[in-house]
């Protein structure tokens, strides 16, 4: 079952710039962390962003920072994620995901499987 909806994948240049969303289908997420994970063939689920609806707090992973931007659109819990100055090695499929948000900060905002609902995924491929 499709818990998120995402989309903006697509095939681009490295430098070129990717634009993705991800929205939910059926549920409120008020008080939910959304953002991205990326997986790439043979490799593991890796964290990438995400962001506190409640106040915009955002995690970037050490490998997109400077690079991509996530923010949101409370009146939809949609989030968006810029992704410029894109690298051959962000080539993955993106998936989606949202979370309930702790009360405290935890260190599990990198681990996928303290996240509840998904996105299908998109593919982003970048060339050299």
């Known amino acids: 079952q499709v818990e998120l909806v995402e989309s903006g994948g697509g095939l681009v240049q490295a430098g070129g710039s990717l634009r993705l969303s991800c929205a939910p289908s059926?549920?409120?997420?008020?008080?939910?962390?959304m953002g991205w994970f990326r997986q790439a063939p043979g490799k593991d689920r890796e964290f990438v962003v995400n962001?506190?609806?409640?106040?915009?707090?955002?995690y970037y992973a050490d490998s997109v920072k400077g690079r991509f931007t996530i923010s949101r659109d409370n009146a939809e819990n949609t989030v968006f994620l810029q992704m410029n100055s894109l690298k051959p090695e962000d080539t993955a499929v993106y998936y989606c995901?949202?979370?309930?948000?702790?009360?405290?900060?935890?260190?599990?905002?990198?681990?996928?499987?303290?996240?509840?609902?998904w996105g299908q995924g998109t593919q982003v491929t970048v060339s050299s």
């Open positions: 995901a949202a979370r309930l948000s702790p009360a405290y900060f935890s260190m599990t905002y990198r681990v996928p499987a303290t996240y509840s609902y």
């Open positions: 059926d549920r409120s997420f008020s008080s939910y962390a």
């Open positions: 962001i506190r609806l409640s106040d915009g707090y955002t």
